[in-house]
């Protein structure tokens, strides 16, 4: 009966054995498919997540370009509004600069007669020469517009650069002397 025993609980044991290792070929496929779908879920939502982004950066793109149109169109009014103010001033420039042309040469006149007595005819007559020319240079100045003025300038170095880098240096000690002198 001892054989028995033991063949009866062979069989038991392998009649045991069978039902485990078919639970785990049913796991197995349960956790690939779990596994499968959380993959397309997770595939569905990067791309959801793909397309919110595109959207957000549609609407981004479009405010930022509505920003700079608004920009440029800022800039160009200021920069119309910057050259109308600069021609204002350069016409008020030449203005002033003609005035104190003809002033000056008004002043040269009138004491070239003290010149001539003090030093001599041909100093008094130097004096007036320059007087003319200085009012001559005043008329001119009145008469060219702004544009002219510039271009004459812009001739004018071309032709002798050296002369107007020399121009350049005295009227720009000058100016600086002035604005010292105001505030000291």
Request: charge should be positive; aromatic fraction near 4%; avoid cysteine.
């Amino acid at each position: 009966m001892a054989a028995t025993t033991k063949t009866k609980t062979r069989k038991k044991t392998t009649a045991k054995k069978a039902p485990k290792a078919a639970a785990p070929v049913d796991n197995k496929a349960e956790a690939k498919s779990r596994f499968n779908a959380a993959l397309d879920e997770a595939r569905a939502g990067a791309a959801a997540l793909k397309a919110e982004a595109g959207v957000r950066a549609g609407a981004y793109r479009e405010q930022a370009r509505e920003k700079g149109t608004d920009l440029v169109a800022e800039a160009k009014n200021y920069g119309g509004e910057v050259k109308a103010k600069a021609s204002d001033l350069a016409v008020e420039g030449k203005t002033r600069a003609s005035d104190a042309l003809a002033s000056l040469g008004k002043i040269v006149a009138d004491t070239a007669p003290q010149i001539d007595e003090k030093v001599g005819e041909q100093y008094g007559d130097y004096a007036r020469k320059a007087s003319r020319s200085l009012q001559e240079a005043s008329a001119k100045l009145d008469s060219k517009s702004v544009e002219e003025i510039g271009d004459d300038a812009r001739e004018f170095v071309r032709k002798s650069p050296g002369t107007a880098l020399g121009i350049a240096a005295v009227l720009g000690f000058l100016v600086a002397r002035l604005f010292r002198g105001g505030r000291g």
